[in-house]
């Protein structure tokens, strides 16, 4: 039967086209490790792969430094994510309340602060308040942004339920304020939680732009390295800190998998229960 639907929903590859994918495969494997190899030879003609412009990597205090700088990443990460989600959900509950001057609100605070470059607000918020505490312009600066991002997340996950989840929440005498926490929220939630990992993963990758404010976050770190080592070795110390960042991010998209197969494993076992 799945042959069937199979050949209903597209047409089967005969051989030849099989073997002309195969082919178009085979040279894009081709051209990805060209690629590679210009990259690598380029960085070894540069010099950048000798052993003096690596050694600043064995020391314990730039090691240290690398440690900080994660830690200071993950720090901003944290207080910018649970703010954004915050700010996210009241954005979206105002963007869909029935009350007109709120939902007005909502929308323009939601508008101004995705279309305003994040880079701007960071430096702005720096240069205006937080001089003296880069971390709190970064933070916010995140929040407001991401946050803007999330309420059209939410706001989309919820319109897209069917219109008679929050009929029958009214049928049975809830508000809407109970109708959107028991009812469409935590149904909500399983479609929105790819989109809403995405965007933190989103702004794991914008606490880089701390760089430009002097938070000794993790890029700031690798440039200070690189400033004070011999030969100045920025392509070692991208090479080393890229890693970091992009354990970081799988990280988060593992815990994504698996918090999404979780809610599906609970909502399968919720329906069963009910049956």
């Known amino acids: 039967m799945s042959n069937q639907t199979a050949s209903v929903l597209y047409d089967v590859p005969g051989p030849r086209a ?12 081709l051209g990805i490790a060209g690629l590679i190899w210009f990259v690598v030879s380029s960085l070894a003609d ?14 314990t205090g730039v090691q240290q430094r690398l440690l900080n700088g994660a830690l200071a990443t993950l720090k901003a990460f944290g207080l910018a994510a649970v703010g954004s989600l915050v700010l996210g959900s009241l ?13 007005i609100v909502s929308t323009v605070v939601v508008q101004f602060f995705r279309a305003m470059p994040l880079v701007i607000m960071v430096f702005a918020l720096y240069r205006a308040a937080f001089g003296a505490q880069p971390m709190w312009a970064l933070v916010i ?19 897209a339920l069917p219109r008679g989840q ?25 479609s929105m939680l790819p989109a809403i990992i995405g965007q933190l993963v989103t702004t794991l990758k914008d606490t880089s732009l701390g760089y430009i404010i002097t938070f000794p976050e993790l890029l700031y770190q690798m440039k200070l390295i690189a400033q004070n080592s011999d030969g100045y070795p ?5 090479l080393v800190g890229a890693p970091i960042y992009i354990g970081l991010c799988m990280a988060l998209s593992a815990l994504a998998s698996w ?17």
Do not use: C
């Not at 803007?148 to 319109?159: K, L, P, S, Y």
């Open 18 to 29: 099989r073997t002309r994918n195969q082919i178009l495969g085979l040279l894009g494997l």
């Open 46 to 59: 540069a010099g950048q792969f000798d052993a003096a412009l690596w050694s600043p990597f064995e020391y």
């Open 91 to 103: 954005l979206a509950a105002g963007r869909l309340s029935d009350h007109f001057p709120v939902r």
């Open 141 to 159: 600066a995140l929040t407001l942004y991401n946050g803007a991002v999330q309420a059209e997340v939410i706001r989309a996950g919820i319109n």
């Open 166 to 190: 929050s009929e029958a929440g009214y049928a049975l005498g809830l508000r809407k304020t109970q109708v959107m926490t028991i009812v469409l929220v935590p149904q909500a939630v399983r």
């Open 234 to 238: 920025y392509i070692p110390a991208f």
């Open 259 to 275: 918090l999404e197969s979780r809610s599906r494993r609970g909502a399968t076992r919720r329906s069963t229960t009910a049956a």
